[in-house]
């Protein structure tokens, strides 16, 4: 069975580069081996699809060559999603720092691209397994072999391994002499050790404006205390930053003061934290005596500890928790234009799978359809 194009996975990627090259008259075949397509689009942003971010630029970005997402990012716009977003009548709206969320569900993205897929002729096919991949190109598969002109990989990272993540994609690049970066989970909640946990473990849902530092990168947004450690924003996006053994400080109250004045700590910091979090803090790291006893220095170092805690990571929650894998398919054998392997011709690589990883916010479903409309141009 012959193909111009076929298209390994039916995630974001895969999805949106299927139509894309459709729209120009290509025979296109997606292959993806659950029983549907999108599905981690489907739990995304809470169920709400935060789709893609009004601010998305090569900053946003990490990468062994954090300039190679550009050319790909230029050629497909946040507000080409949104046209294309409106044009699907989705009704969507933008939260805080530019991100932007579907009003109703995340199935309408799922939807949207099927819908694509659908009129632009895309075959997809569900319950596929690939056996392999030969040079040619020749797809085996459970439903049959394929042969294509172009084949393209949109198998994504190895996060949420329970909805079909798989290393399929590393493995093809490998297979083909094409190099794949170190990878590691990346958005991901920090696990703390026992000795904190007894403490802070108790007070699990609380959340804090707080500040995250990690060598030269910091972001100021909320924390959340969970039974195993810390959570949130602010811990999501350092996650990506932090490894095994680098150090990550935290100002537990950015640009704000206790108010020594008040009657008792609790008081102190009313309307600062939660009560049950200064209770669990102060068991944690403030001078075990009477609020009216603190010195001087104990009010110094108490306050030390407040603006820069030394988190004492034991380590991250991993892929089963992790919204996407750092590292990847090496940038360094992609065309930055086209994502086409320098190393064998028509073969492409899109979305997670690539060395290119965003920040939390609609950065990395940004990725997904910017390389995604690159290569689809391409194919
Ligand atoms: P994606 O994972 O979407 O698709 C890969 C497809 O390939 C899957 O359908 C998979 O089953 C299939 N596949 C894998 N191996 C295969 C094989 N061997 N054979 C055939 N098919 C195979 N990002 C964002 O910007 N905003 C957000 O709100 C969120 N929220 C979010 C929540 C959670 C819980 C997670 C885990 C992740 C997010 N993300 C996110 C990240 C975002 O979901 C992710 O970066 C994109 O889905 C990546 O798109 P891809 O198409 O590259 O991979």
Not at 120 to 139: D, H, L, N, Q, S
Not at 173 to 192: H, I
Request: proline residues 5%; charged residues 20%; contains cysteine.
């Amino acid at each position: 069975m012959k193909q111009d194009v076929v298209i390994i996975g039916a995630g974001a990627a895969g999805l949106f580069c299927a139509f894309t090259a459709g729209r120009r008259g290509r025979k296109v075949l997606v292959l993806e081996h659950s029983e549907e397509p999108g599905k981690k689009i489907r739990i995304s942003g809470g169920g709400r699809c935060n789709f893609t971010n009004a601010h998305a630029g090569p900053e946003n970005y990490l990468s062994e060559n954090p300039a190679f997402c550009r050319s790909a990012l230029a050629g497909f716009s946040p507000e080409d999603f949104t046209t294309l977003v409106e044009a699907h009548g989705i009704a969507w709206h933008e939260k805080k720092l530019g991100q932007q969320f579907c009003d109703r569900s995340s199935q309408e993205i799922v939807d949207l691209l099927l819908l694509e897929c659908q009129r632009a002729g895309v075959e997809i096919r569900t319950g596929c397994r690939i056996e392999e991949v030969r040079p040619g190109y020749e797809v085996r598969t459970t439903q049959g072999a394929f042969t294509a002109d172009s084949l393209v990989v949109a198998t994504g990272g190895l996060s949420f391994p329970k909805l079909g993540a798989t290393d399929f994609g590393y493995r093809l690049a490998r297979q083909f002499g094409m190099r794949v970066t170190p990878m590691r989970p990346g958005l991901v909640p920090l696990t703390l050790p026992e000795s904190e946990l007894g403490v802070l473990g108790k007070v699990s849902g609380l959340s804090l404006p707080v500040r995250m530092t990690t060598g030269r990168q910091a972001f100021e947004e909320a924390m959340l205390v969970t039974h195993r450690g810390l959570s949130g924003p602010a811990v999501l996006q350092i996650s990506s930053f932090w490894k095994p053994g680098d150090d990550l400080m935290v100002d537990l109250l950015p640009g704000k003061e206790p108010d020594f004045a008040a009657g008792s700590l609790v008081a102190a910091l009313a309307g600062h934290w939660p009560r049950r979090f200064t209770e669990a803090w102060s068991q944690l790291s403030g001078p075990q005596k009477p609020w009216k006893q603190w010195s001087e220095k104990d009010r110094r170092g108490f306050l030390e500890l407040v603006h820069r805690w030394p988190v004492p990571v034991a380590g991250t929650e991993g892929y089963a928790k992790a919204e996407v894998t750092l590292g990847g398919v090496s940038t360094s054998d992609l065309s930055s234009k086209t994502l086409e392997s320098r190393i064998s011709r028509r073969l492409y690589f899109i979305g997670e799978v690539v060395d290119v990883t965003g920040w939390l916010g609609g950065f990395n479903f940004q990725w997904a359809w910017a390389s995604a409309h690159a290569a689809g141009q391409a194919v």
